[in-house]
């Protein structure tokens, strides 16, 4: 029983700590995004409290959605795309649409492995057919199989999210 409640701890600990590296990326983009034009330090700690740190991963990624289709945040990645080869995933990521598929396509993962993770429940006792090291976490109707090896290929989708949101990190300029 204490061997699986650690390894349940070891896989929520290393999921939720390599998503909590992306949610502080999308919480510097926001906020840098959409930064208000005031000096003052005080504004600009309240906005990134009640504006920015206090809303969900998944509103995150939705208002970060957003900000790809702007014209002002398309210009930043071009640029950097055009000066550099960039490869996510194996691709070369060669033109924007191509950036915002990849996007697209890590964010529906990591968001769903995170939530069923971080929101889930292990209800690995159900099933009889599992491998060694396997448990099964579910949150609401999804369902997810997991084990070291899906952890580790999770690490990996972090880090490739990761460079795609570090692209256009500087601070967006008109």
């Given at each position: ?7 349940e ?5 290393k ?11 999308l ?5 840098n ?25 998944g509103?995150?990624y ?13 210009k930043?990645v071009?640029?950097?795309?055009e000066k ?10 060669t033109?924007y ?11 529906q ?29 579910a949150?609401k109707i999804?369902m ?31």
């Open positions: 029983m204490k061997e699986i409640k650690s390894q701890y070891e896989i929520r600990g999921v939720l700590a390599e998503s909590l590296k992306v949610e502080e990326l919480n510097r983009i926001i906020y995004y959409f930064i208000p034009k005031s000096l003052d330090k005080e504004t600009r700690n309240t906005f990134l409290e009640l504006f920015v740190l206090n809303i969900t991963f509103k995150k939705h208002i970060y959605s957003e900000i790809l289709k702007t014209d002002r945040y398309r930043k071009i640029a950097v795309i550099s080869e960039i490869i996510i995933n194996d691709e070369n990521i033109d649409k191509h950036f915002q598929k990849i996007v697209k396509i890590n964010f993962e990591l968001v769903q492995t995170r939530n069923n993770i971080a929101h889930g429940f292990d209800i690995s006792k159900a099933f009889l057919a599992l491998e060694e090291g396997e448990m099964v976490y949150n999804k997810i199989k997991i084990n070291m090896g899906t952890v580790e290929n999770f690490s990996y989708l972090t880090a490739e999210t990761i460079k795609l949101l570090e692209l256009a990190k500087r601070k967006i300029q008109d």
